[in-house]
Each structure stands twice: as structure tokens, then as C-alpha cells.
T-cell receptor
Framework: SQELEQSPQSLIVQEGKNLTINCTSS?????LYWYKQKYGEGLIFLMM?????EEKSHEKITAKLDEKKQQSSLHITASQPSHAGIYLC??????????FGTGTSLTVIP | KAGVTQTPRYLIKTRGQQVTLSCSPISGHRSVSWYQQTPGQGLQFLFEYFSETQRNKGNFPGRFSGRQFSNSRSEMNVSTLELGDSALYLC????????????FGQGTRLTVV
């Protein structure tokens, strides 16, 4: 089965600071998804990466998939309290299963 | 378009009871997947349905079952509830499942007492 390890497990940053969350896969990634979750709620799709070296941005969030397609990073520039939540990476595997990373809890202090 | 709708949002049950959760996918989506989220185990895949057929199943006991109707709506049933079944249950819908983008519902928070 595919395993997705995220680091760090939790992050507390001051508003305005930049931060990076990493997602490392035990297998080659053929599609890597980033989601954000507010506590106790559903997941909000952020972006999907498919090609090695691909980079996508949405507002102040940028995600990259490395060339070897086994690691992805999510970078937030000038963090705001609205960025707080749990960030999850996810990947589909054969057999139509979808695996999630261990999650990173982000707190932004105003 | 309307998003994925899960009902009920909150549920409290006692041990030994059974529970049925409902998920209405986005119109046109034929794949519905169910996940259990707990603080200790994170998000874990339960099963996926496509066109009324279960295509894949995660590592959960047989007490966890599901079904999908012809309109793609799906239900998940848990029988003989245990305290450890307390969790947030999320469903996700997509066009075909697998690598296509999945949209998640708000979840059903189940508490077993």
C-alpha cells in the first residue's frame, strides 16, 4: 500500500511568516492532491499535481511535485489566520483507493 | 452546482446499536468513497462505490458496509457499534474515482457512548 508521510506534524507561525509543508511518498506518485480541512469539517480541494517538476499556485499557496515524483511541498507565503487548519496530501493508487498523508496542523498567530 | 451532502451532520449512538449514514454526491458523479477520520489513525479509506458496485474496500471489519443507489447516492452502515467507531465519517464523490478530483462532504460526526 502507498504511504504518505507529512512533515512537520504541526506548525505554529506568526502571521505574515512563510512556511512549508512536505509530503513524502513511499512509491512514485502519479497524482498528488493537497487538501485543507477545518477541524471537524470536510476537506477542501487546494490543487492537484501530476507531472514531475510541476508547480501550481493559488493565491498565496504554491505546491510543487519533485522530478522523481515521490515528494511534494506546499508553501504558504505571508501566512494569515485564514490559512489555519489541517493540511493533507493525498494520492490515488491502483484499485481506485485514495490514500491520505498523516496531516499537518497549522496555527497562525495574529 | 450543489456540493456533496452528508446527513446527518451529528449523531450519538450507544454501543451495540447500528447506524446508517447518507451521502449525496455531486450531480453527474458516479464514484462515492467513504473515509473514517480519527485523531489516532488519521483518514482511512473504507470503501468505494461506482455505478452501484463496490469496487474496492479498505481494511475494516465486516460491521462496516455500504451500498450505492441508481442515482449514485450512497449509504454507509455500521452494525454493533463500538466505542472505537466514534469518528468523523467523510464521503467524497468524483466522476470516475481513482485519479480524478474528489470533492468531499462536510462529514458526519458519530459519537458512540
Amino acid at each position: 500500500s502507498q504511504e504518505l508521510e507529512q512533515s512537520p506534524q504541526s506548525l505554529i507561525v506568526q502571521e505574515g511568516k512563510n512556511l512549508t509543508i512536505n509530503c513524502t511518498s513511499s512509491k512514485t506518485l502519479y497524482g498528488l492532491y493537497w487538501y485543507k480541512q477545518k477541524y471537524g469539517e470536510g476537506l477542501i480541494f487546494l490543487m492537484m499535481l501530476q507531472k514531475g517538476g510541476e508547480e501550481k499556485s493559488h493565491e498565496k499557496i504554491t505546491a510543487k511535485l519533485d522530478e522523481k515524483k515521490q515528494q511534494s511541498s506546499l508553501h504558504i507565503t505571508a501566512s494569515q489566520p485564514s490559512h489555519a487548519g489541517i493540511y493533507l496530501c493525498g494520492a490515488a493508487s491502483t484499485g481506485n483507493q485514495f490514500y491520505f498523508g498523516t496531516g499537518t496542523s497549522l496555527t497562525v498567530i495574529p | 452546482k450543489a456540493g456533496v451532502t452528508q446527513t446527518p451532520r451529528y449523531l450519538i449512538k450507544t454501543r451495540g446499536q447500528q447506524v446508517t449514514l447518507s451521502c449525496s454526491p455531486i450531480s453527474g458523479h458516479r464514484s462515492v468513497s467513504w473515509y473514517q477520520q480519527t485523531p489516532g489513525q488519521g483518514l482511512q479509506f473504507l470503501f468505494e462505490y461506482f455505478s452501484e458496485t463496490q469496487r474496492n474496500k479498505g481494511n475494516f471489519p465486516g460491521r462496516f458496509s455500504g451500498r450505492q443507489f441508481s442515482n449514485s447516492r450512497s449509504e454507509m452502515n455500521v452494525s454493533t457499534l463500538e466505542l472505537g467507531d466514534s469518528a468523523l465519517y467523510l464521503c467524497a464523490s468524483s466522476f470516475t474515482g481513482g485519479e480524478t478530483e474528489a470533492f468531499f462532504g462536510q462529514g458526519t460526526r458519530l459519537t458512540v457512548v
